[in-house]
């Protein structure tokens, strides 16, 4: 008997089984009774060779239709130097477990303190955690840690500008808890913080917004985080990291919390995941920030070294007290953002920043010309703009006939709301990698179908 | 050797990357009006400014300071370190999934529907469950979107009143983590002497309040819950319902299922059982998969093959919604696919079978050295005690562990679980063969019989890493968590 | 300034000059005289960015078109496991040099030790070398050691079976040299040896000749060893060294060398390079053999280690007397066959060479029931055969049908030899790659053309 | 930690890899007539019978005791270990390229053709002559074809008395063994006092009988020969040819051309200069480039572009045939095609100065403490001589090369060029930054500094590896070379 991936041979099994002194593997699970042992084979298929698996995969893989993606929507794509997956590839790295024995771990260690301090040098934040799923769970471990943080509140306030599906994601998260979600209302496709302070009562742990926003839009939060504090409430904003290579940080807005995902800054869209999400605290939230913290200390001979550390936040310490259940986080992603982040430097990411916003706007600005569409609303954004169709008919068509092009034109905002509102709303996001020739390509497929 | 932060080696001006020039008509860029400065960032960050070969070496450096499955036996208890198959890495990477936007349209994504309907299929034979979700990123995220889907069919079922969530005391430690997340009270079931589910205590505990009693079986001593059957008519009698960590499935994988054994949903995780790997904490992924009754509160959208092809379907009026941004960690999902693949069957009964006959193996070899205060066999792990090397040696389970470094090991899970006193928690998984089972427990005896002789060793140790025990007082005391 | 892989600033610019004593980049290149100075930069493109080099490779490399090949002559396409291309992307043996320095070599050198011992393991032969550059150049090698092994001989015999391309390598090494390359005669797809008595006079250092020949058939080498010995010259067979899994080993036929191509064992077809030659001799031909040899030794504290060895062969010692000129050879394609081989063991090399001989030999066998071709001659053969067209317009349609359905049905041996008796044949290689499906794809485009 | 031999980890029955079953009708195979006995392998060939994980693992493991570029600074005098850019090794290992057989049609290859043919332009431009060949796959390759095509050029010519090949006494190896190689007789040209091609001596050995003069530019001293035009003018005023060996090109390409200094053919290393990995050991690439001259004696076939795009060209009458059993390492030369395609010309020119500037500045640093036998200033490399630490202190340039084993640094060159004793020939490359350099001759200079007051601890360097200097003369006197 052969199998992938087990090395036994028959003597190895019958010199094993003679040794522990059973007679055959049914004595292995003499512990179960007869009715729980599976008399067949569970009923998936038999396994298959290396090359049958290959072959099949490659197949199947093939089966999806690949296109120069005008889609954004939290999933961008944005250029990635070769030396990620290069360095993202080496099996010192991809087949370790959490770095619990830290005299074999420096390696991993070193790289995760490596992205703490980029995510605080980025956000301004004073402590970042080691990585967190992904965005909309980094949003709910920011309200997680507003309530803990402020003692007897329950309701988060929420902008209705967040993405969809980060709503959606802390929906579920207050489902069937005596937590809150509380909407504010929007204006022109902005959060509108006009009566903020009839909002912030007592019960509220925190404010959490979103720029660039659901609709790509970014956001004004000048005196906010002064009106939350003066009720007691943190500010939480949650930012695509690489966007704060040109907009205000949290830290610049006073946020007490920084969240979002890095997917932009190292990570392919891989039908969505992993991506990496990121949380960032002030140095008064450093105990109660979740998931996995990476510090830096000094062996018996003084020898500088890092380690798991503040882990009496955490799970497998404090169980039901712990700040939050994080366990596996999302280590592999975060070390690809860190190597982006390295190659890049801050020129880069400034770079990579800058051309997004002109690319977007150029597109948006011929778009923009065209009968039939208008841009919804006039907000300041950076790589992504919202653009609304007059006639639902040409809004299929100028799908249809972009991916006939070999374009994905946009994300739909009604296909992730469900809302009838957004319907005609088609969000078109624009990356420093789609070349100039791409833009033109999408803008003489546009006029076509508009024109 | 040690290797300086990446940014101690900055220069100003250095670049390893740059972007093409922007080729847009120049008057667009002038003309275009720039933000309003109140939206712009004030302050530089400070991010390292080397050279490609900068950050090639810095990185290369780091991973030979590190160590995986490839590099040696791993036998993380409770972590199922088994090895990942390169033919899954190569196959996720394939430009096909990884150019792929998660928004585009569903007849644009046949590909990577149909792995993961198929996944959820496999996974459903291989469970005996109903259906699943993928959704979840990491088994304690699993446990948190299983927990919540309980909540929600008690609410629907007018039970608002059950808000308990029970945990035997040797749970994981994301068990009632992820209880309390959800907003249950949490309430700790003993150990009888065998190590097993004291079933007198928990009767006490169970009443109309109570939703779930969540449990791993095996165990975190590595021990069948032989009274799994009565444990779970007890608590469906109670009303409630019975949850599966399914972080030990790999000890009876293919020999037996959840199902069978009365659960009502689990999680799995994939980075444990199904051979992803576990890139240094993760991406892992932890779908849930449960019975009929449970499949209307399933996390949206779920995946369906209808005439034209896989589709997504929102419609499931009782989901607790999302549980993620998109889909979950999909190239994690192509890999646990790949695996089921490549096994079979007949192969993942084998893979479970192998990792208890490997596990027994090693207890038996270390039981005339060890304490092995509960059991005398095991199924996949077993928790070994180093109480009477403290008492009599001042030994520890941490020495014994850091003494395993300098032989090319990692160590094993220690101190966990906490009703063992100097425990250390062992799984060999079925990917090691007798031959490294043999050294490894060659190594251990030697260490330990060297550390009664040698205390000031086996203190020291390890001697070969370029740091050793670290400082973690001064790493809490005084945090220096950023450059 | 930035360039790509230049880290100098220009501070660092200035910096160094200044440290030297120099003022500018002119001052680096005094001692070249006005007029070999470029003035201009040489007319070549700009730099490109490494995302537009990978649009442009990318868009390059798909202007090949792929197919199900049958194509064989040299090149085969034989399963390759996952574990060849993980191992041989680890950066420490890809970066590195020929390892001059042992003990921070120990890896490639202990690799390369258990290359030679495969090597010998298979041929049967003592002695293995590091690697050549090919099959072709291993031949040529072997003409070398030879005339060196034989005082006063100039003479190659050449059996007229071997590879054309082989052929021409050799043709040319002779060229313009006192070497003399004769062939013997050939007969129904074999070399004829029933005269070869008459041609091994003293002028003759060797006989080479080759199994599976350039027509696929496998040859019978009794009693040639003792004849070609009687004459004091050496006997050296060239093979696919994975066709030694199912026929008799160059030893076993009495050879002094063994010589041929690993392609098959590990290497993908990659346009036909890199690809790593082979060569193996007895004890007595150790000192002549070309090229790195890696032996085992002991240090200072008897530990064992791995090192270069029997340098006084080489040309850096040597220089003009060294037995070859041999530098740099395919050490990373040696390691790819080592892991190959070190994944397939014996039974996995035994079950390659097997179903490839009966997949080639079932696609034979029905192809030979078609009307308008036969099989050229009833030799034995391994997992190749020349299928021979009675009309040369069917024979190019035969060939575009197949293309059409996706497959390359052969290699015309006449594209090789540019010998008009060679136009009609065309040589169908078959690997245990091929699936039935694949092979039944084959046949029925096939019976559509000829039927 | 050593590693051992992974047919010392065989166990009879154990598999990494398993074959896809054999699918063909029943019948067929045992219908199927076996080979004639005679023609069947008798014995077994003893191979490692070990799991994948084992193959993994081994590997693994004897690459994290290998060094090379990825891991620090490898100043290899002569042999340019500049950093070699991940995109070329992924973009080489596309599917579209390496799935594609040597003997497909011309008209289906079209992807591979044009990398080749543009390679060739660009090489053209960039060396300053007309045409080349790819085929060659190593330095070595390439000097033994361009001689052959002197040799059948001066057949052509009627001159088949030039039997002859110059070389200088600092010449690489490879030289006049390629040369030997084809039959001509090496005559050596001496050296003058500032190591640089004995003019006199020269003159004294040119006569009707010499075919061509070698010569590397700069020569491995690391000097230019100043007197090139003179000696271009004096080998062909003799009738003679000039070869440039590429070796050395990294010092001038894109400054200056071979051509302009009158060479008329050359070899060049694409594993050198281009930026291609070493591989440990290979494979390299050595195109032979030509004034049009000697254009009709490339091998064949040549790549044209035609109107239906690029075809073969095997016409040339003159060619001397193939050198290669195909089109040479194909997918070494892709990625000599993206570094060009990356630096393009003021890329090149500045890598050229930039290793230039390189090697001055080490020069500079590294004078007071060691003598520099030849020459104030560099090219791309430079030679000292450790000779006054051997006379004086005992120390040899083995001894100081040994010691920056320990320090993480590759050793430089030893003991060549033989015109300088106890030689360390350096060539930092324009890879490594000013930082590095820095740290490099500082931790030389302080390994001399020690060697001199402790010549037990150099005696014995390194330290750190897995094993200390080998006995290589009982590896020569008891071979040992396979298991």
């Known amino acids: 008997m052969i199998y992938p991936y ?43 060779t290396e090359d049958e698996v290959i072959r099949m995969i490659t197949s199947i893989a093939q089966r999806n239709v690949k296109g120069i993606p005008f889609l954004g929507c939290g999933c961008y794509d944005h250029i990635i130097p070769s030396t990620v997956e290069a360095i993202a590839s080496l099996p010192s790295f991809v087949t ?115 720029t660039p926003n659901r609709y790509g839009f970014l956001e004004d939060y000048t005196a906010i985080a002064d009106l939350v504090h003066a009720k007691g409430a943190l500010f939480a904003i949650s930012s695509d990291l690489l966007s704060l290579g040109m907009q205000k940080s949290p830290a610049e807005w006073g946020a007490d919390i920084a969240v979002g995902d890095t997917q932009s800054l190292g990570l392919p869209l891989a039908f969505g995941g992993p991506a990496c999400g990121y949380m960032a605290v002030t140095k008064e939230l450093m105990r109660k920030i979740p998931g996995r913290i990476v510090g830096a200390s000094v062996d018996g001979q003084g020898r500088r070294g890092y380690t798991l550390t503040l882990q009496a936040r955490e799970q497998h310490i404090k169980r039901e ?131 | 050797m040690s290797e300086p932060l990446l940014i101690e080696l900055s220069k100003k001006g250095r670049k390893a990357y740059c972007f093409p020039a922007l080729d847009l008509p120049r008057g667009f860029e002038s003309a275009l009006p720039s933000l309003p400065s109140s939206l712009l960032r004030q302050t530089k960050a400070r991010l390292p400014e080397v050279s490609e070969l900068d950050v090639v070496r810095h990185f290369t450096r780091l991973s030979t300071l590190s160590f995986g499955v490839d590099n040696g036996c791993y036998p993380l208890g409770s972590c199922t370190m088994k090895y990942n198959p390169k033919i899954s890495e190569k196959l996720a990477m394939l430009e096909d999934f990884t150019t792929i936007h998660p928004l585009q349209d569903s007849s644009t994504v046949q590909g ?49 009143r059950r808000n308990k969530v029970l945990v035997p005391v040797s749970a994981h430690g994301t068990n009632p983590a992820s209880a309390a997340l959800n907003g249950f009270t949490i309430v700790t079931v003993a150990s009888d002497d065998e190590g097993l589910v004291d079933i007198d205590d928990l009767k006490s505990k169970l009443d109309d309040s109570v939703a779930a009693f969540m449990l791993t079986n095996p165990n975190t001593l590595g021990l069948f819950e032989k009274n799994i059957l009565l444990i779970s008519s007890l608590v469906h009698e109670a009303g409630g319902l019975l949850y599966y960590d399914g972080a030990n499935l790999n000890a009876i994988m293919g020999n037996a299922t959840p199902s069978d054994m009365g659960f009502d949903l ?34 949206g959208p779920d995946i369906e093959l209808t005439d034209s092809g896989y589709t997504y379907n929102w419609l499931a009026s009782d989901s607790i919604g999302k549980v993620s941004m998109f889909w979950g960690n999909f190239l994690v999902l192509v890999k646990a696919y790949i695996y089921i693949l490549r096994m079979g069957s007949e192969g993942l009964r084998a893979a479970s079978s192998h990792a208890v006959l490997n596990a027994n193996y090693m207890l038996h ?18 928790v070994i005690s180093c109480q009477n090397f ?74 070969t890493t370029p740091v050793g025990r670290l400082d973690t007082a001064k790493a809490v005391k005084e945090p220096d968590l950023h450059y």
């Open chain 1, 6 to 48: 087990i090395p036994h041979t028959d003597e190895d099994r019958k010199q094993m089984l003679d040794a522990i002194g059973m007679d055959s593997f049914d004595d292995l699970y003499k512990d179960l009774s007869e009715d729980l042992l599976l008399g067949e084979s569970v009923p998936i298929s038999q396994g298959r």
């Open chain 1, 96 to 210: 370790a477990y959490t770095p619990y024995q830290a005299e074999m771990s420096q390696g991993i260690l070193q790289a995760i303190y490596e992205f703490q301090s980029m995510v605080c040098e980025i956000t301004g934040m004073d402590v970042s955690n080691a990585s967190l799923y992904d965005g909309a769970n980094a949003i709910v471990e920011a309200a997680s840690t507003s309530l803990s943080a402020k003692r007897r509140s329950t309701t988060i306030l929420v902008s209705p500008t967040i993405h969809p599906f980060s709503l959606q994601v802390l929906h579920t998260w207050a489902m069937g808890t005596n937590r809150t979600i509380t909407l504010l209302p929007e204006k022109n496709g902005l959060c509108d913080f006009s009566s903020l302070e009839d909002y912030l009562n007592d019960d509220v742990g925190s404010l959490i917004v979103q």
């Open chain 1, 321 to 451: 007290h712990a700040t939050s259940n994080v366990c596996s986080n999302q280590a592999l992603s975060a070390l690809m953002t860190t190597v982006h982040l390295s190659s890049l430097g801050w020129s880069g990411m400034e770079e990579a920043t800058k051309q997004s916003y002109i690319k977007a706007h150029y597109l948006a600005y011929h778009l923009a010309q065209l009968p039939g569409v208008t841009l919804l609303w006039d907000s300041p954004f950076w790589c992504e703009f919202p653009l609304v169709f007059s006639d639902q008919k040409k809004m299929r068509k100028f799908i249809q006939e972009l991916r006939n092009e070999g374009i994905f034109a946009g994300v739909r905002l009604g296909a992730l709301t469900r809302d009838s509102k957004d319907e005609m709303v088609l969000l078109v996001a624009v990356t420093e990698k789609r070349s100039r020739e791409e833009l033109e390509l999408y803008l003489a497929a546009a006029r076509r179908v508009m024109n």
């Open chain 2, 112 to 160: 990577c529907l149909s792995v993961m309907y198929n996944l959820l299929e496999d996974l459903s034979s291989i469970t005996g469950m109903s259906w699943g979700t993928l959704q979840p990123c990491a088994g304690a995220h699993g446990e948190y979107t299983g927990l919540k889907m309980v909540r929600a069919y008690f609410l629907k079922k007018g039970e608002a």
């Open chain 2, 266 to 299: 689990l999680h799995l995780n994939l980075h444990k059982t199904f051979a992803t790997p576990h890139g240094g904490g993760g991406p892992g992924s932890g779908p849930v998969m449960v019975k009929s009754f449970l499949r209307p509160f399933l996390p």
């Open chain 2, 365 to 382: 070899r270390l039981k005339g050295t060890f304490e092995i205060p509960y059991g005398d066999t095991c199924m996949h792990e077993f």
């Open chain 2, 390 to 463: 403290k008492q009599e040696y001042g030994v520890s389970a941490e020495d014994i562990a850091k003494g395993l470094i300098d032989s090319g090991y990692h160590p094993p899970t220690m101190y966990f679980p906490s009703l063992v006193h100097e425990a250390l928690m062992i799984e060999p998984t079925e990917s090691e063969s007798k031959e490294t089972l043999d050294e490894f427990t060659d190594t251990l005896i030697g260490i330990a019989e060297r550390a009664k002789k040698d205390p000031q060793w086996i203190h020291g140790c390890p001697w």
